[in-house]
Structures are given as structure tokens and as C-alpha cells.
């Protein structure tokens, strides 16, 4: 894989059993490989927010961490079957939250990495919504626009 790539992000979520339109995302950035795991930097504008959110990801076959810094801040881990805890920061406060992994799909090759997360969203123990995402990382010469 080569250090610049186009990073596309697609998610569906449902809200109190609503699907939400679907959302795409496509962002340049860097990748490397480093102690056993993937990154991949990037720049954000998020709707609702002022100025530009450093994103990270650091991913293995099986975990993800979102790491944001900047106008929106935070540290989020999906983990297989797992439930981990995030405080959102934003211009508005703080937003508590919790994460509960419910599969992690990933398919590496040389040329693309595809991750998919299914993970459902709660904040004071209730469910917010229920996403899929999906992660699809390409040498920035590969993709087609």
C-alpha cells in the first residue's frame, strides 16, 4: 500500500428503527504500518462543527481505534463483542458515550484494505442508533472518481 490514499467512508444508520440516508465520505490522506498496525491520518469537516478535526484511525484485523483531535475530540474503540466507553468533546460539551461492537469484517490485500463495523451507539444506557460503516482504503492512483 502506498503513503497516499483516498480513504472513503460510508455509513447507514438507524434511529429509533428509522434508516437514516445513507452517507459517503471521501477523504485523502497518509498510510503507514507501524509495530504490527495500520493508520491511516486524514482531515475532517464535520456538519455542525467550526474548523477542520484531525482524524486518526489505528486498526488490526479485528480492533479500530478513532482517535479526533481539534474542533471535536475524542478516542473511540471498536472491538469485536465488546462495549467501551468515549467522551465526545465537542464545541458544545462534553457527550458521554458508550460503543457496542457487534462484528468487525475485514478483508486486506495488497492494493485495498475494506473494513466494515456494525456497532450500535448509547449514551445514559439508552440506544442512539445502530450503524454500519464502511471503511475502504485505496491507493490514491487506484481510485476512480
Same mark, same amino acid.
Given at each position: 500500500m *502506498? ?5 472513503t467512508?460510508s455509513? $447507514?444508520h438507524? *434511529?429509533?428503527? #428509522? *434508516?437514516?440516508d445513507?452517507?459517503e465520505? $471521501?477523504s485523502?490522506?497518509?498510510y503507514?504500518f507501524?509495530?504490527?498496525k495500520h +493508520?491511516?491520518?486524514y482531515?475532517?469537516v464535520m #456538519?455542525?462543527i467550526d ?5 486518526t484511525l489505528?486498526?488490526?484485523e479485528?480492533?479500530v481505534? $478513532?482517535f ?9 474503540v ?7 466507553m468515549?467522551?465526545y468533546?465537542?464545541p458544545?460539551?462534553p457527550?458521554?458515550?458508550s $460503543? +457496542? *461492537?457487534e462484528?468487525?469484517i475485514?478483508?486486506f490485500?495488497?492494493e485495498?484494505m475494506?473494513l466494515?463495523?456494525? +456497532?450500535s ?5 439508552i440506544v442512539i442508533t445502530?450503524s454500519?460503516?464502511?471503511?475502504d482504503?485505496?491507493?490514491?492512483e487506484?481510485?476512480?472518481?
Amino acid at each position: 500500500m *502506498t503513503k497516499e490514499i483516498i480513504l472513503t467512508i460510508s455509513g $447507514l444508520h438507524v *434511529t429509533d428503527g #428509522e *434508516t437514516d440516508d445513507p452517507v459517503e465520505v $471521501l477523504s485523502p490522506g497518509q498510510y503507514y504500518f507501524k509495530n504490527g498496525k495500520h +493508520y491511516v491520518v486524514y482531515d475532517e469537516v464535520m #456538519e455542525g462543527i467550526d474548523g477542520v478535526v484531525k482524524s486518526t484511525l489505528k486498526f488490526t484485523e479485528d480492533q479500530v481505534e $478513532l482517535f479526533r483531535s481539534g474542533a471535536a475530540s475524542t478516542r473511540m474503540v471498536f472491538q469485536k463483542q465488546q462495549e467501551h466507553m468515549a467522551v465526545y468533546q465537542t464545541p458544545m460539551g462534553p457527550l458521554s458515550i458508550s $460503543l +457496542y *461492537t457487534e462484528d468487525i469484517i475485514s478483508d486486506f490485500t495488497e492494493e485495498r484494505m475494506n473494513l466494515e463495523i456494525i +456497532y450500535s451507539l448509547k449514551t445514559e444506557g439508552i440506544v442512539i442508533t445502530e450503524s454500519t460503516v464502511r471503511l475502504d482504503i485505496c491507493p490514491k492512483e487506484l481510485k476512480e472518481f
